[in-house]
């Protein structure tokens, strides 16, 4: 058969089998040989070592019941999984094609021995035109019967395994399309209540860089040089580090906005100075920052 789990791809398809359910070793291999109608069994040397190897790498875990391991995929194995999506949706592809190419090889099979046989078959007749149909004349056909018979059959499911594997591969695609979707929202809600966050503390950059760093105090008035400075920030806080694009993973622009915020505090603090008594102001500025992102995280959780 064609190498369809070359280059890891057998270990991808044992971590979408584990996805489904948690299964032991030989319900993995009866599962293979099923998605590939009986065309293809691996054998317990091939896919022990696998599981073994994905469980030293903290992707599944297992259980023993009634002397057997039952194996179970982890949060780890789950989000490789959800990582190579676009990549397990070709491989059902693939496996469709493969089931495919194999039927027919099957058939030309059964064609030759069905052709093979007839030439026999006309021989013998030549051979005995005369003669009354015997036992192996009749046990000719009927294994002629039985071939065609197998041969259809096997056409039959190779082609509703196809038409599965074929819808099973569009969904996966869907859903990686959706997934990416909802990361691409998720980093945009964040970095929105990063900048509300920033504003309602503050603005932590509006009131570090404006009352803090501008040499003010919180409670300064607007009309000051720290009040003005801190409402000038407050007012740009919607434009804030609008320049970091989402790059598709939340945990990333996370780390890009607080690498931001704290450049321009370290700036603004190199740039005018800092005393002791304005660290301990800012000291309850961050820590009231800290409280509210810790909120918005949990409630985004």
């Known amino acids: ?27 993995v291999i009866r599962l293979l040989e099923e998605r590939f109608q009986g065309l293809y069994a691996p054998s317990a040397g091939t896919v022990y070592p696998r599981l073994a190897k994905l469980e030293a790498e903290g992707l599944v875990t297992h259980a023993t019941e009634g002397g057997r391991k039952v194996y179970s995929i982890t949060d780890a194995g ?17 496996i469709r094609d493969s089931v495919t190419e194999l039927a027919a090889e099957i058939r030309d099979d059964v064609r030759g021995a069905a052709g093979d046989l007839r030439r026999e078959m006309r021989a013998a007749a030549s051979a005995s035109a005369t003669q009354v149909e015997d036992e192996s ?11 065609r018979q197998e041969w259809k059959e096997q056409a039959r499911r190779a082609k509703d395994e ?30 929105g209540q990063l900048q509300e966050q920033f504003a309602k503390s503050g603005g932590v950059l509006g009131s ?23 409402a000038a920030h407050a007012a ?3 434009d ?5 694009a989402p790059t598709g993973d939340p945990a990333r622009d996370l780390d890009r906005l607080l690498d931001r915020f704290r450049d321009e505090v370290r700036d603004a603090a190199r740039d005018r100075g800092v005393t002791a008594a304005q660290v301990a102001e800012a000291r309850g500025h961050l820590k009231a920052a800290s409280g509210r992102l810790g909120t918005t995280f949990g409630a985004g959780a």
Do not use: C, N
């Open 240 to 244: 804030w580090a609008v320049d970091l």
């Open 78 to 94: 789950r989000a490789e999984l959800a990582d190579r999506g676009g990549e397990l949706a070709d491989l059902e592809l693939e």
């Open 137 to 147: 004349w009749k046990a000719a056909k009927e294994d002629l019967r039985k071939a």
């Open 236 to 238: 740009a806080d919607g």
């Open 1 to 27: 058969m064609p190498p369809v789990f070359a280059h890891g791809r057998l270990r991808l398809y044992l971590l979408k089998l584990l996805d489904e359910a948690p299964r032991h070793g030989y319900e």
């Open 162 to 191: 196809s038409r599965r594997a074929r819808e099973e591969a569009q969904q996966a695609r869907r859903q990686a399309k959706e997934a990416q979707e909802r990361a691409r929202e998720e980093v945009q809600r964040i970095a």
């Open 208 to 230: 570090l860089a404006g009352a803090w760093l501008g040499g003010g105090t919180q409670g300064a008035s607007p009309a000051g040089g720290a009040g003005a400075a801190g």
